[in-house]
């Protein structure tokens, strides 16, 4: 009797994300994410447009059109819940990235802070109200 080693297939590998923002105008969200933050427009789909996404370098954003409130108020702002989180590899980079998106007139949620845990971050407010994280090394 012969032994026969048992061959298991290699785990799947998850490639990428893609966060997916609630918004009231799929157009206007589109110019807000390529005229202030430098992304590029993948797609917009549908007559008239319901769904997008933005792209910039490997970060990727669905945008869902809604047309009523998904969130009560000011929750968002108030409990600092984030629609996205996006990384650099850098320091100088994610400074880079808040001066040149403070340039460009962009609200933010909270300005570029070194945090705690070794990060140093800020948190972009779109014109829908979501709350978008971009973080990176501290030093």
Known sequence: MTTQSKQTA???VLSSTSAQLFVSDIKASCG???D???FAIDFVYGDPPFYGQVIRDKAQLALRLVCEPVFVGDIR?????LSASITVDTA????RLFLDFQAAGVDF???????????RNFIVLDPDGNLILFAGPAD
């Not at 100088?92 to 400074?95: L, P, W």
């Open 92 to 95: 100088s980079e994610i400074k």
């Open 32 to 34: 807000f994410f390529a």
């Open 77 to 81: 702002q108030r409990e600092h819940l």
């Open 36 to 38: 202030k933050l430098g």
């Open 109 to 119: 949620h909270q300005t570029l802070k070194k945090e705690p845990w070794g990060t």
């Open 10 to 12: 290699p785990r799947p």
